[in-house]
């Protein structure tokens, strides 16, 4: 038997027992659930990188090629693995180390497209288990955190370790909470009992509040009313409007809240960003290479290891041309999730978009790593707006396709 036919026969076997749909949710699950990073980052490779790789056809990638996301984002990933190139401090292991992680994300795309692709009811099917695992595992991590009551409450941890840290937390609870709203509770209100998903929507956001984020709880406020804005709901606007003022009172009066807010300041943020755009100097237009030592010493002596900013990492690593290759898939993204507004009237990959650019201003910095957070409220929003960019240009490319049959007939 040929190497090709083996493939072929190993690739139809995991598709008729739908392994990769299986495995697929299963590591989205481990977010939430998984106590070891490293733990979730190895299922990643076992069960969906290696089957992948194994199994792909290169043919596939002539589908793949009609998203200009999907181009764009592969561009933009490889640029900043090209800056080794350049890198003062790169060795042979930065190459292997860096390079795996473009297949990572490769893979990623791939497999988001094919399941999107193959299954009609793939994007709903994942928005809704993702809203029932995190109101479920928000419910646990809350009983598990405050079992001992105290004054004022500490910062919310997650239970699983990908969402530990809570800022982390808080973003991917507002990504699902985002998907709650705009998505099962206003795009498929006949679909699902509607009770039960703003209860949900309840608790996940409880949690996110619970985690004391600030930049993730203030780009769900600004994203909420952006969305409202878009869709023209003046219920949800009259909702976020209210919890503004309620926000803007409490941090007023409440000295609890206040102090809560302002004691940890701008958590070096203002001086970490000045530091690492001071560093970009002689290397302003191509970067000093994603290698490059990313540790930063405070005023006071204390230490930061990276500049808590995708944006302006991206100068540091990738220069301006980096720069302008991430702008630039953000403002493809975000034409594709308008189309998606215009033509399906489902405003969530608007807000999902917005939310993840929002975030990452202030929060993370490589845009490819290993499989960690920035995967799920960042690349899958992609991933699925590339999915549906290739769907509706093949649609487009079938149906004009039929009219010149018919014509012709």
Same mark, same amino acid.
């Given at each position: 038997m040929k190497v090709s036919e083996l493939?072929?026969?190993?690739?139809?076997?995991?598709?008729?027992?739908?392994?990769?749909?299986?495995?697929?949710?299963?590591?989205?699950?481990g977010f939430f659930v998984i106590p070891s990073t490293h733990w979730h980052n190895n299922f990643f490779y076992v069960c969906i990188l290696f089957p992948y790789l194994m199994t792909f056809q290169i043919k596939r990638i002539q589908l793949f090629r009609r998203s200009k996301i999907w181009v764009l984002s592969l561009v933009l990933a490889g640029y900043m693995c090209l800056t080794l190139l350049w890198a003062d401090n790169a060795v042979f292991i930065d190459y292997l180390y860096y390079l795996r992680r473009l297949f990572y994300l490769f893979v990623f795309f791939g497999l988001t497209i094919e399941l999107v692709l193959r299954y009609p009811k793939f994007i709903d099917s994942l928005f809704i288990f993702l809203c029932w695992v995190a109101a479920i595992t928000a419910v646990v991590s809350?009983?598990?955190?405050?079992?001992?009551?105290?004054?004022?409450?500490?910062?919310?941890?997650?239970?699983?370790?990908?969402?530990?840290?809570?800022?982390?937390?808080?973003?991917?609870? =507002?990504?699902?909470?985002? #998907?709650?709203? &705009?998505?099962? @509770?206003?795009?498929?209100?006949?679909?699902?009992?509607?009770? *039960?998903?703003? =209860?949900?929507?309840?608790? #996940?956001?409880? &949690?996110?509040? @619970?985690?004391?984020?600030?930049?993730?709880?203030?780009?769900? *406020?600004?994203?909420?009313?952006?969305?409202?804005?878009?869709?023209?709901?003046?219920?949800?606007?009259?909702?976020?409007?209210?919890?503004?003022?309620?926000?803007g009172l409490a941090f007023f009066y409440v000295e609890g809240v206040k102090e809560m807010i302002i004691s940890r300041g701008f958590s070096y943020r203002l001086e970490i960003w000045q530091q690492t755009l001071a560093r970009t100097k002689g290397a302003l237009l191509f970067g000093q290479g994603i290698s490059t030592e990313r540790m930063l010493v405070m005023a006071d002596g204390s230490t930061w290891n990276h500049p808590h900013s995708v944006y302006f990492a991206t100068i540091l690593f990738g220069g301006l041309a980096g720069l302008f290759l991430l702008l630039a898939l953000q403002a493809l993204a975000l034409r594709q999730s308008f189309l998606c507004l215009f033509r399906e009237n489902d405003p969530t990959y608007v807000a999902l978009l917005l939310f993840a650019f929002i975030c990452i201003t202030t929060a993370n910095y490589r845009v490819i790593s290993h499989p960690d957070a920035l995967w799920m409220y960042l690349w899958l929003p992609l991933a699925l707006l590339a999915a549906k960019e290739i769907f509706n240009k093949s649609l487009m490319s079938f149906n004009h396709n039929e009219g010149r049959e018919k014509c012709s007939g």
């Open positions: 493939q072929a026969n190993i690739r139809s076997f995991l598709e008729r027992k739908h392994f990769y749909f299986i495995a697929y949710f299963l590591f989205f699950l809350i009983c598990r955190f405050y079992s001992s009551f105290s004054s004022p409450p500490p910062r919310l941890s997650h239970v699983g370790d990908q969402l530990h840290n809570p800022v982390v937390g808080a973003t991917v609870y =507002g990504m699902v909470a985002l #998907i709650c709203c &705009f998505r099962v @509770l206003k795009t498929r209100k006949d679909s699902y009992p509607r009770w *039960l998903y703003i =209860g949900i929507l309840v608790v #996940i956001l409880f &949690f996110a509040l @619970l985690t004391q984020g600030r930049g993730p709880l203030g780009a769900l *406020l600004i994203t909420f009313l952006s969305g409202a804005v878009i869709t023209r709901d003046k219920r949800l606007i009259a909702v976020v409007l209210c919890v503004i003022i309620a926000g």
